[in-house]
């Protein structure tokens, strides 16, 4: 995500913590004058909640912008995370995004998705 607008925060592994990322991600979109789809709330809210649910301290949040388009990334920061559910990119595609998907390594699961972007 180097070298790409965006933006990163660290959020506590909370319930909360999913509509304190919609605000976040809302505000930081309006600042740069960029329009996502109607479903933009409830796909971040899904990946953040995704993240939640595997029991880590922290999670982070971050946004990347490229050729009109912008990933959303969740990371758990929980190296042994919970199996997700089996529903989570399923429900993703059903919103619309371009492309979803989910990556286990040793820093913690990573929950994404690219939606479209416009100004």
């Known amino acids: ?12 592994s909370q319930p ?6 919609i605000r976040l991600v809302r505000e930081h979109l309006a600042h740069r ?23 880590g301290r922290t999670i982070s949040l971050h946004l990347a912008e490229q050729n009109r388009t912008l ?5 758990s920061h929980q190296p042994d995370p919970l199996t997700l559910d089996d529903s ?11 492309s979803c998907g989910t990556e286990t390594g040793t820093d913690g699961r990573r929950l994404f998705a690219v939606l479209p972007l416009t100004r």
């Open 88 to 98: 989570l990119l399923p429900t993703l595609h059903r919103l619309g995004v371009l």
């Open 1 to 12: 995500m180097a070298n790409r607008p965006g933006a990163a925060w660290t959020l506590e």
């Open 16 to 21: 909360w913590s999913a509509p304190k990322a």
């Open 71 to 75: 990933l959303v990334l969740a990371l």
């Open 33 to 55: 004058g960029r329009r996502t789809p109607d479903s933009t709330d409830e796909v971040v809210q899904l990946l953040v909640r995704a993240a939640v649910a595997d029991g």
